[in-house]
């Protein structure tokens, strides 16, 4: 308890850096992946905007991004976090390769609870004279808000967990804390509280977003 009392201030700072690292990845999920994984839906065939070329190159970003190894993704995008935040090191430079990860992560999520949304909705929509835009925020989102949130729920726990890894390479956080204070220090007692604070956010992030899913869930 000493030990963990004695690096309270290094704690806090790591916890609020997770924070940022977290929020700027989901705040990228939702601006970028969300439309991203609407379009994914819209240009399949039989769609609104059926367009076999667009969702071709879409669903190749998507995969080829969701494939990758994220350590060595991190890596990859070294050149490119140094145009975008002028470091490869640090809280800023960590959420660069977060955010591209969440995007396509979540823009996977948002296609396939579209895809859950019976067909009968659209063709409803349609013959009701409703626009493009009124069909996708008016009936595709309300009929799959319930879905996004749990999709948004699950990837949110995920962006913590690649967070936690962001610390083998300078971007600071929980993990990064466990890692020097921790284990490189062997100290057992100050890893199984970092350890326990990670289960504590998690569970509270999971328990929320199921909850409001079931809310909004109009099936329940």
Do not use: C, H
Request: glycine residues 8%.
């Amino acid at each position: 308890m000493e030990k963990i009392m004695e690096y309270q201030p290094e704690i806090w700072i790591s916890i609020g850096q997770t924070f940022i690292m977290v929020g700027i990845s989901v705040l990228a999920a939702v601006i970028i992946g969300l439309p991203l994984g609407t379009y994914l839906y819209l240009s399949r065939k039989g769609n609104l905007y059926e367009n076999r070329w667009l969702f071709a190159v879409l669903d190749t970003f998507v995969n080829i991004v969701r494939s990758f190894p994220f350590l060595l993704l991190v890596v990859f995008l070294i050149p490119f976090t140094r145009l975008i935040v002028g470091t490869a090191i640090g809280t800023m430079a960590a959420t660069v390769p977060l955010s591209i990860i969440s995007i396509a992560y979540y823009a996977r999520l948002v296609e396939q609870s579209l895809l859950d949304v019976p067909k009968s909705i659209i063709e409803a929509a349609i013959s009701m004279g409703a626009s493009r835009t009124q069909i996708i925020f008016k009936f595709l989102y309300r009929e799959a808000r319930s879905g996004l949130i749990f999709g948004l729920t699950t990837a949110t726990v995920s962006f913590i967990s690649y967070s936690t890894i962001m610390g083998m390479v300078g971007g600071g956080g929980v993990g990064d804390f466990a890692i020097r204070y921790g284990y490189q220090r062997y100290e057992t007692e100050l890893m199984a509280y970092t350890i326990i604070l990670m289960v504590i956010l998690v569970q509270a992030i999971q328990v929320t977003g199921t909850r409001i899913a079931k809310k909004l869930d109009k099936r329940s």
